[in-house]
């Protein structure tokens, strides 16, 4: 345990929950134990940390924390080898088991059913999330979910940060299935098929999980004008629109965002029967994973299509000059310490969409070099700290006085984990995790 910061967290009194997070490739290990099949990840490195094995000592670190949720996700290949098909008695077993060790230790389960670990055998059988395919066979994983958990667990996410995977996997060649597609096709393919998807989940969430709540959480940096031109303000816009409202307005309001529908060629029509279906079963709160801010401007000759990082007819400053003035640079390339775009992300996302309730579903850091030191400096948990103290902050300055409902906020992570393409050079657990020579949680010692 870092102990600075677990003390930090249990003396703030916020007027919002505290979870944890996690997602299962991240943290089980485990890939070919309890019958599970391969996903798309496994080629690219097992996650060394070991929560398969050692599920107890996790529950116990959040007893320890004190925190009253936990966000953890389910391995679609793990509860369906095949992908589809019959279940793994195994898997759901394992899943089932741990549920029961939560409630008993007082912490309310959260579950996201896809956290980037697709199958391999649905992306081999028909290239994965660029197929409508794609669609009945979530909706056969999330149903068999919601009947053997839904009893139990009453908060749901169908997905996380679709726009990662989708982009990322299918059309920048980042993180898996590591396709690249200049014309970008098959994200947008992608991101209508997470639609329908989603869609067909919550159908049968509705009927199967009487009074649960779901949503699918979603992920923007904020977006800051490099100047208060009107150009560079709506490319701002423009931003948001195309890393959050390609989902959240379709989720909220049955539509595209003009600005999206106008420039992209590639853009699927959303389905009329679809949109009907999304306005009439919207998301029961905004889950929103929040971490940091970039400065936009705009990008007046950008030609259009998906190429080169350019989705959106801006550019960014990321990781440029403009963006030191943000904050502290954490670990990540991309995560600059800066708790006021967080707060004005919430404040955005509850004026435009008007949630119930809003959730920070992941907030976090990695600590500058962690990687790199032995023990006991890695326990040092200063930069940490300090970040945590700014965020809590603006999320309580959020619900003062910009009246956001948040009503939970997750940490990621609570273990250090696999950080999908960075492995484990980046390190965002609360809970340090050694992975050298052994694996264990280093709290254990
Ligand atoms: C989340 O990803 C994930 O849900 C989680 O699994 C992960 O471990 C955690 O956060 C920490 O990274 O190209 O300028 O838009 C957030 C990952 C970080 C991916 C920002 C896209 C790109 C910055 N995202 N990143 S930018």
């Known amino acids: 345990m ?18 944890v997070a996690t997602s299962a490739y991240q943290i089980e290990g485990g890939n070919d134990r309890g019958g599970r099949g391969p996903s798309i990840w496994d080629s690219w490195g097992p996650s060394p940390v070991n929560s398969y094995e050692l599920w107890r000592a996790d529950v116990q670190a959040m007893r320890e924390l004190g925190v009253k949720n936990y966000r953890f996700s389910i391995s679609w290949p793990r509860m369906f080898p095949m992908g589809a098909g019959a279940p793994n008695a195994e898997g759901v077993r394992f899943y089932s088991t741990f549920i029961d060790a939560l409630l008993e230790a007082g912490i309310t389960p959260w579950i996201t059913l896809y956290h980037f670990d697709l199958p391999q055998a649905l992306q081999d059988a028909y290239g994965g999330w660029a197929s409508a395919r794609i ?18 667990v009453k908060r749901w996410l169908t997905f996380n940060e679709p726009k990662n995977f989708c982009f990322l996997g299918y059309a920048t060649a980042v993180m898996a299935p590591f396709l690249k597609d200049a014309g970008g096709a098959d994200a947008w393919h992608c991101t209508l098929h997470v639609l329908q998807a989603h869609a067909e989940a919550v159908a ?19 977006a800051l004008p490099r100047s208060s031109s009107a150009v560079d303000t709506e490319a701002a816009q423009r931003y948001l629109d195309f890393k959050l409202g390609i989902y959240a307005d379709p989720l909220w309001f049955g539509a595209w965002p003009a600005s999206v529908e106008q420039r992209i060629a590639a853009l699927p029509p959303l389905p009329p029967a679809l949109a009907a279906r999304l306005n009439a079963s919207q ?33 960014s400053y990321h990781g440029g000059a403009n963006n030191a003035t943000l904050g502290a640079l954490a670990d990540s390339d991309w995560l600059y310490v800066h708790p006021d775009g967080m707060r004005r992300l919430l404040a955005y996302v509850s004026k435009r969409y008007s949630p119930a309730e809003v959730v920070v579903s992941e907030n976090g850091v ?35 006085q910009d009246a956001v409902p948040l009503r939970y906020y997750f940490v990621w992570s609570l273990l250090d984990n696999f950080e999908w393409q960075m492995r484990m050079t980046k390190r965002f657990g609360i809970v340090c995790v050694k992975t050298m020579p052994d694996v264990i949680a280093c709290h254990l010692k």
């Open 283 to 315: 998301p029961d709160f905004f889950a929103i994973n929040a971490y940091s801010s970039l400065y936009i401007y705009d990008q007046a000759n950008a030609t259009g299509g998906y190429g080169e990082g350019r989705v959106d007819f801006s550019e």
């Open 366 to 400: 990695d600590d500058p070099g962690e990687a790199a030191l032995g023990l006991p400096d890695a326990l040092r948990d200063d930069f940490r700290t300090e970040f945590f103290r700014g965020y809590v902050q603006a999320a309580e300055d959020a619900v003062a």
């Open 204 to 222: 049968r969430f509705r009927r199967i999980v009487p009074g649960g709540k779901i949503s699918m959480a979603l992920d923007s940096m904020w």
């Open 2 to 19: 870092r102990g600075a910061q677990a003390r930090h967290l249990s003396a703030a009194t916020p007027p919002f929950e505290w979870g």
């Open 135 to 152: 669609v009945p066979d979530y909706a056969a994983y999330a149903e068999a979910a919601f009947r053997q958990f839904g009893g139990r």
